[in-house]
């Protein structure tokens, strides 16, 4: 089960940190990846994490602006976003691998979702 | 990036009737695909991933083929849980990318 924090609102040039709470399995063995999806839209992929080694995988155009970081202590991701523009407004979800390892890059379970609104 | 293409954007169908679904991608992508549902307000659920694998706990009226660039899922005799949105979406290369979904309606 993947639980995520609540919904932000945040004004342009803010940063908003989600939470990502894992738990049912074993946290460091599986990558927990990223996405959003702007209002009515599809769904985009951010970046990765591997919880066992930290190491991370951006997508070009959030290098800079996203760092996802995890605390194994309590099975626990995280995504920050700083210099928020409009165009950020969107729900973000974490999602599990289903396999550790390898190119099996599809997702289950995914976390809830986070509304993130950037406003002035 | 591969860019993914789903066909229609919305498809019109009657409760017990079949639906079909299509996503085309840009270049090869082997049989590297995902299908997910996704309801209002609700995150996506994996239906179908390696093309045609259902995913634990998907019913057998749904069901993946292609391999390359063209992909189908179809939907047999639809139930009322089944009317939502459907994406796609490719492992084949980095970054990760979606179709743009296809809304499954009640006609």
């Known amino acids: 089960q993947l639980v995520q924090s609540g919904a932000e609102v945040k004004k342009p040039g803010a940063s908003v940190k989600v939470s990502c709470k894992t738990s049912g399995y074993t946290f460091t063995d599986y990558q927990i990846h990223w996405f959003r999806q702007a209002p009515g839209q599809g769904l985009e992929w951010m970046g990765r994490?591997?919880?066992?080694?930290?190491?991370?995988n951006y997508e070009q155009k959030f290098q800079g602006r996203v760092t996802m970081t995890r605390d194994t202590s309590i099975n626990t991701a995280y995504m920050e976003v700083t210099r928020l523009r409009s165009d950020d407004t969107a729900v973000y979800y974490c999602?599990?691998?289903?396999?550790?390892?390898?190119?099996?890059?599809?997702?289950?379970?995914w976390g809830q979702g986070t509304l993130v609104t950037v406003s002035s | 990036e591969i860019v993914m293409t789903q066909s229609p954007a919305t498809l019109s169908v009657s409760p017990g009737e079949s639906a079909t679904l299509s996503c085309r991608a840009s270049q090869s992508i082997s049989s590297n695909l995902a299908w997910y549902q996704q309801k209002p307000g609700q995150a996506p659920r994996l239906l179908i991933y390696?093309?045609?694998t259902r995913a634990t706990g998907i019913p057998a009226r749904f069901s993946g083929s292609g391999s390359g660039t063209e992909f189908t899922l179809t939907i047999s005799s639809l139930q009322s849980e089944d009317f939502s949105v459907y994406y796609c979406q490719q492992y084949n290369s980095w970054p990760l990318t979606f179709g743009g979904g296809t809304k499954v309606e009640i006609k």
């Open positions: 390696g093309a045609s």
């Open positions: 999602a599990k691998k289903v396999r550790p390892g390898g190119t099996s890059n599809w997702f289950d379970p």
């Open positions: 994490i591997n919880p066992y080694s930290g190491v991370t």
